[in-house]
């Protein structure tokens, strides 16, 4: 009988690195490997790398050692945008034997036909401007919701980015096999879909290999929207500009969208804004939210920020925080800002020094503790629908509300991966929410 080879996988970095994880594990199952969990021996370990922040980088090298002690003899693989960005770093890294750039990490098991270790690994790495084709994604198995890859790639020239290098123009996948993928997800009894990409809200260009848009994202959003089977749709991280007032309005209507919304800022001051080549300024920022509490009083906002911007002096990082603190919002996501390779920002004059780098972060890491808090206290005494989790977490299983409210309850494994009219009740101290049903859950 064959030996049937195991691999194992460890994603980092985003929802859209999940999705596509996802997507080549099936392939290596399509192939006759055996998937296992990262925490066993596997003959191969393939590593989804992320380059948005230094801590990313500096985790790959502990990974490695990870898989190593596992089973010393195992083949290392590394794709994904670090992969992309600097392979050659890579590769260097004791143990590493193959290292896959953008256009080849979806053919992988094309690469696997000799998995002997050699002192030196191989990298097949092409040029970005060849990244122009699509590859469709979506995450399954993995947890109660899927990441559905609608779009790869950006066109935006952001001063700190890397991600245009690391993954190449922007590009869409089909209307129609988007619309396939969540059919299969449905199928597969997952309740909900978070639709992710490098820029969502670009969905279109690029669809059919051509610059123009084909569909817009509310196209897209409407057409989800009458997928039998989806009971929610989250919509990921979408750029300020692209998230239009009618996208919006539909969300606040609609039968499967949540009010939920992600939506990066990455700073408060018009100054900074101009530096980093953001294509908006505050006053639009704050036009979308207002939009939002406007059709949706309990949705919840989340923004991105990053701090320690060159040129951000002690003024202007007080603009972005009190711009946050005023804004009706429920929770940031903090970067602290990190010099990145071939990027524009890294040649600028006037950096923060990393220890006012780090002060800055933890303001505004403070800010979000008391901005969520005060979120979750609005949500208390109403009624929400919560979709339980799968892992028992010190006795309790956890959740979230259609609006993103964390909540938890005593641990009861028939309740996993189903969704409950709930009320909100208090909040613990370890920041969740506690939770009476409104009615008993009644399992067949």
Request: charged share 30%; proline share 2%.
């Amino acid at each position: 009988m064959e030996n049937r080879k195991k691999v194992a996988f460890y994603t980092l970095g985003c929802k859209l690195n999940f999705s596509e994880t996802s997507t080549i594990a099936r392939n290596f199952t399509t192939e006759g490997f055996d998937r296992v969990d990262f925490e066993e021996a596997a003959d191969i370990y393939v590593i989804n790398t992320c380059s948005v922040t230094e801590n990313a980088d500096k985790q790959f090298k502990q990974i490695v050692k990870k898989a190593l002690k596992k089973n010393d003899k195992a083949f290392i693989a590394a794709v994904g945008c670090y992969a992309q960005l600097k392979p050659e770093e890579l590769v260097a890294v004791d143990g590493v034997d193959l290292v896959l750039g953008a256009t080849e990490k979806f053919k992988i098991t094309d690469y696997l036909h000799d998995l002997t270790k050699n002192d030196l690994g191989e990298v097949h790495s092409c040029e970005i401007e060849e990244a122009d084709f699509y590859v469709g994604s979506y995450s399954i198995g993995d947890r109660t919701r899927a990441f559905l890859k609608v779009q790869d790639g950006c066109d935006y020239k952001c001063t700190y980015c890397t991600i245009p290098l690391a993954r190449g123009i922007s590009r869409s996948d089909t209307m129609e096999s988007v619309l396939k993928n969540a059919k299969e997800i449905s199928e597969q009894n997952i309740k909900e879909i978070v639709l992710t990409g490098v820029n969502i809200g670009d969905y279109g260009k690029g669809e059919f290999g051509n610059k123009k848009h084909e569909h817009t994202f509310l196209e897209l959003v409407k057409a989800l929207d009458q997928v039998a089977g989806i009971e929610r749709l989250r919509i990921s991280s979408i750029e300020p500009n692209l998230l239009k007032n009618e996208t919006i309005d539909f969300v606040s209507k609609s039968r499967t969208f949540v009010p939920h919304f992600h939506i990066p800022l990455q700073s408060g001051s018009n100054e900074i804004l101009k530096k980093m080549k953001r294509r908006y300024m505050r006053e639009l920022y704050t036009e979308r939210v207002n939009k939002i509490r406007e059709v949706m009083p309990d949705a919840c906002i989340g923004v991105d920020v990053i701090v320690g911007f060159p040129g951000e002096t002690e003024e202007l990082f007080l603009e972005t925080f009190n711009f946050l603190n005023e804004l009706n919002i429920s929770y940031l996501h903090v970067f602290t800002y990190s010099e990145r390779d071939n990027t524009e920002a890294v040649l600028m004059a006037n950096p923060v020094a990393m220890n006012v780098r780090h002060k800055r972060s933890k303001m505004l890491r403070g800010l979000s503790v008391k901005k969520r808090r005060a979120f979750y206290e609005s949500q208390l005494g109403k009624t929400k629908t919560v979709l339980f989790e799968s892992d028992n977490r010190e006795g309790y299983i956890q959740g979230f509300t259609e609006n993103y409210v964390k909540v938890k309850t005593p641990w009861n494994p028939e309740l996993v991966n189903t969704l409950h009219q709930i009320e909100l009740t208090k909040i613990d101290d370890d920041g969740m929410v506690r939770m009476n049903f409104i009615e008993q859950p009644i399992f067949s």
